[in-house]
T-cell receptor
Framework: DAKTTQPPSMDCAEGRAANLPCNHSTISGNEYVYWYRQIHSQGPQYIIHGLKNNETNEMASLIITEDRKSSTLILPHATLRDTAVYYCIVRVEGGATNKLIFGTGTLLAVQP | NAGVMQNPRHLVRRRGQEARLRCSPMKGHSHVYWYRQLPEEGLKFMVYLQKENIIDESGMPKERFSAEFPKEGPSILRIQQVVRGDSAAYFC???????????FGPGTRLTVT
């Protein structure tokens, strides 16, 4: 699975959009971009995933660049409960294993 | 639909004892994964199981650790002769066949004294 690079930490004001970047310059054509988050001491939570088109669900939007070498997770109106470590993971779907390889992620601190 | 359930939530064992961690996947999910998070470290994959089969155990320590997912009942992660370095949060995740999002349980926090 391709490696990802994320900033170690970011701040965001409550109510504003949080934009979390991820670089995955070695991504392969059949690898998807997944985002998970881990709120302190809890189990990781699936947020969203995509291949090349932008995706949106009730939690967030995922913007993937045309060359697929980077992506941005957008939380449109961050709340204090969105404070968490956010992980960007790239992996092949339908491969021999479904394992997730977590990096160090971005600690998003939403400030009141 | 209940989420992934793990028990116990907290487990204290003395060095040399056995630890058994249980994971009940979400209804309809036949794939189970175990991950470990050591204090102040990231999540590390341990093992991936389907009913009665181990698919990928590349992250499992070679000794003292085993996992199973029987036809009936929860998945079990078993740690024999625990040592202090086994103290960690152990998370279980599940997914249905054909979908690749994994849904995580709340974890079991193992403390070895």
């Amino acid at each position: 699975d391709a490696k990802t690079t994320q900033p170690p930490s970011m701040d965001c004001a409550e109510g504003r959009a949080a934009n979390l970047p991820c670089n995955h310059s070695t991504i392969s054509g059949n690898e998807y971009v997944y985002w998970y988050r881990q709120i302190h001491s809890q189990g990781p939570q699936y947020i969203i995933h995509g291949l090349k088109n932008n995706e949106t669900n009730e939690m967030a939007s995922l913007i993937i660049t045309e060359d697929r070498k980077s992506s941005t997770l957008i939380l449109p109106h961050a709340t204090l409960r969105d404070t968490a470590v956010y992980y960007c993971i790239v992996r092949v779907e339908g491969g021999a294993t479904n394992k997730l390889i977590f990096g160090t992620g971005t600690l998003l601190a939403v400030q009141p | 639909n209940a989420g992934v359930m793990q028990n116990p939530r907290h487990l204290v064992r003395r060095r040399g004892q056995e630890a058994r961690l249980r994971c009940s996947p979400m209804k309809g999910h036949s794939h189970v994964y175990w991950y470990r998070q050591l204090p102040e470290e990231g999540l590390k994959f341990m093992v991936y199981l389907q009913k009665e089969n181990i698919i990928d155990e590349s992250g499992m320590p070679k000794e003292r650790f085993s996992a199973e997912f029987p036809k009936e009942g929860p998945s079990i992660l078993r740690i024999q002769q625990v040592v202090r370095g086994d103290s960690a949060a152990y998370f279980c995740a599940s997914s249905p066949p054909g979908l690749y999002e994994q849904y995580f349980g709340p974890g079991t926090r193992l403390t070895v004294t």
